[in-house]
Nanobody, 117 residues
Framework: QVQLVESGGGTVQAGGSLRLSCAASGRTWVNYAMGWFRQVPGKEREFVTGINWSIKSTSYADSVKGRFTISRDNAKNTVNLQMNSLKPEDTAVYYC??????????WGQGTLVTVSS
């Protein structure tokens, strides 16, 4: 059984920062990508950022470039999202994902980020 558990969501004022973390539990995998999507009620889930296993390749949505930074610790099976200069439009439920080789994309349960103006 694979589980992704997110933490670090909360409420912050515009211009502030939050750090999200996601830990994968279960057996140990290698060579898999992880990242984050977000979703606002009534809208589709949208890609935020992703990082590959070697940590040599990252990608970001244009809306978060220069403000968000993704990182991972392969020894701990964790991925982190540092969010700076937050804006009210960043308010959403943030979902961690993992692309394992032997199953469909795995999702976390989501963590709510609220940015007040």
């Amino acid at each position: 059984q694979v589980q992704l558990v997110e933490s670090g969501g909360g409420t912050v004022q515009a211009g502030g920062s939050l750090r999200l973390s996601c830990a994968a539990s279960g057996r140990t995998w290698v060579n898999y990508a992880m990242g984050w999507f977000r979703q606002v009620p009534g809208k589709e889930r949208e890609f935020v950022t992703g990082i590959n296993w070697s940590i040599k390749s990252t990608s970001y949505a244009d809306s978060v470039k220069g403000r968000f930074t993704i990182s991972r610790d392969n020894a701990k099976n964790t991925v982190n999202l540092q969010m700076n200069s937050l804006k009210p439009e960043d308010t959403a439920v943030y979902y961690c994902y993992a692309d394992l080789s032997d199953r469909p994309r795995v999702w976390g349960q989501g963590t709510l980020v609220t940015v007040s103006s």
